[in-house]
């Protein structure tokens, strides 16, 4: 049987910080894995001064320039099919709720369901995954292009099973398991005590997990996948990311204190589907109990 993987991101560099450990994991083991980022990130912010006029609000090339940075990225992580939804620029970044490119009617989050979760159907019937990833109903922290890709990934993986649903997108196809990202709180909890022994008293060193909308109760996690031999091509995969990422503060300072346990290790929770074997309670591999 050949693992065939989905993921579905909002932005580039969402996959790498997410999920750059289990693509490069399942892509080294011979897996196909599928990449779709829903919008080139045209609203992000710019951390390198030398393109700050690629902003939304000046030029507006940041979209065309995350795209290489993606490119990048998926060369770090061994991913060799990787696609926009739609194609490029066909739904644009949304920006946060209350903002003014959330008013755009180009944007995502203003997308018809229907007509985006089409050009999803079209991939899924492609590929034929049997596993899929996206994020939670919260969308990790309430963007409103997480909360997007999240509907239209449950949306299309119903659509692309139905046997009467537009019969020239391909044939029908029933992905067996969809996962939803998670970061654990315990993680995280141990994550900002090695910050604050390490000195550190601002930034990510100050928070409080129980307060970080993206912490996931240990409780709810189902399945983690570890991968510490892939976390040297998720680092640079995040560096590829240069505009929106500075491996060496906030959030990713935790690598310079505890490594491979942060970031070495990702984790999920099953959302459609059945848990397959488990070891101390949680799964260790996404496609344990795929039977086709």
């Known amino acids: 049987m050949t693992q065939r993987l989905l993921l579905v991101h909002a932005h580039p560099d969402d996959e790498s910080i997410a999920t750059g450990i289990t693509m490069a994991k399942y892509a080294a083991a011979g897996a196909q894995v599928t990449l779709v980022?829903?919008?080139?990130?045209e609203e992000g912010e710019i951390l390198l001064p030398d393109i700050a006029?690629?902003?939304a609000d000046k030029d507006d090339r940041l979209g065309e320039h995350r795209q290489q940075e993606l490119a990048a990225a998926m060369k770090e992580l061994g991913i060799t099919?990787?696609?926009?939804?739609?194609g490029p620029g066909r739904f644009r970044d949304s920006g946060m709720i209350g903002t003014p490119p959330n008013e755009k009617p180009e944007c995502f989050w203003?997308?018809?369901?229907?007509?985006?979760?089409?050009?999803?159907?079209?991939?899924?019937r492609e590929t034929r995954p049997q596993v899929a990833i996206t994020y939670d109903d919260f969308g990790s922290y309430g963007h409103p292009d997480h909360l997007q890709a999240h509907r239209i990934t449950h949306y299309a993986a119903m659509l692309a099973a139905v046997e009467g649903f537009k019969p020239e997108l391909g044939v029908p196809w029933k992905i067996q398991k969809i996962y939803w990202t998670a970061m654990s709180k315990n993680v995280l909890r141990e994550g900002i005590k090695a910050l604050r022994a390490a000195g550190e008293t601002t930034g990510f060193?100050?928070?409080?997990?129980?307060?970080?909308?993206f912490a996931t109760e240990d409780a709810l996690i189902t399945t983690e996948i570890t991968g510490p031999e892939f976390l040297n091509a998720k680092m640079d995969a995040l560096r590829a990311h240069a505009?929106?990422?500075?491996?060496?503060?906030?959030?990713?300072?935790?690598?310079?204190n505890l490594g491979s346990q942060v970031f070495g290790t990702e984790y999920y929770r099953l959302a459609?589907?059945?848990?397959?074997?488990l070891v101390d309670g949680r799964e260790l591999d996404l496609f344990s109990g795929v039977t086709q």
């Open 37 to 41: 980022t829903c919008t080139l990130g």
């Open 81 to 86: 099919d990787w696609r926009l939804l739609g």
């Open 272 to 277: 459609v589907g059945e848990l397959g074997e």
């Open 205 to 213: 060193a100050e928070l409080d997990p129980d307060d970080l909308p």
């Open 243 to 256: 505009t929106q990422v500075s491996v060496d503060g906030g959030f990713f300072a935790l690598s310079n």
């Open 110 to 124: 203003r997308a018809d369901l229907l007509e985006a979760s089409i050009e999803l159907v079209k991939v899924i």
């Open 53 to 55: 006029h690629f902003a």
